[in-house]
């Protein structure tokens, strides 16, 4: 299994990035997918997640509003876009893939041990 992290980069706050992660070796589609990020010495957080069809998304409170979690799974990819960056989003970002069930994942998407695939992460840098 492989989750390939891309599109992080450097941007002004106020400004806006894609991030995407492609994944294989799994059925995507079988997949609850979420997003975790970590700033430089901080611990790992929950951003967003989505459920496998993509019918219900989640977001911790400090992104609600500014980040969407989308998901295709046709092209076995879940995205985030993030508006209206601040400087405390920078962070590595990771995405992660559950094989929960569905009534688990609802109770438990913030937490990493929901997640049984991880992937290498992708920087992004939001500058003041």
């Known amino acids: 299994v492989q989750l390939q992290a891309s599109g992080g980069g450097l941007v002004q706050a106020g400004g806006s990035l894609r991030i995407s992660c492609a994944a294989s070796?799994?059925?995507?589609?079988?997949?609850?997918m979420g997003w975790f990020r970590q700033a430089p010495g901080k611990e790992r957080e929950f951003v967003a997640g989505?459920?496998?069809?993509?019918?219900?998304?989640y977001y911790t409170y400090s992104v609600k509003g500014r980040f969407t979690v989308s998901r295709e799974n046709a092209r076995n990819t879940v995205y985030l876009q993030m508006n209206s960056l601040k400087p405390e989003d920078t962070a590595v970002y990771y995405c992660?893939?559950?094989?929960?069930?569905?009534?688990?994942?609802?109770?438990?998407?913030?937490?990493?041990?929901?997640?049984?695939?991880w992937g290498q992460g992708t920087l992004v840098t939001v500058s003041s």
């Open positions: 992660a893939a559950s094989s929960s069930i569905l009534s688990s994942y609802n109770s438990n998407y913030g937490i990493s041990p929901t997640y049984n695939y």
């Open positions: 070796g799994l059925t995507f589609s079988g997949y609850h």
């Open positions: 989505i459920t496998r069809n993509g019918g219900t998304t």
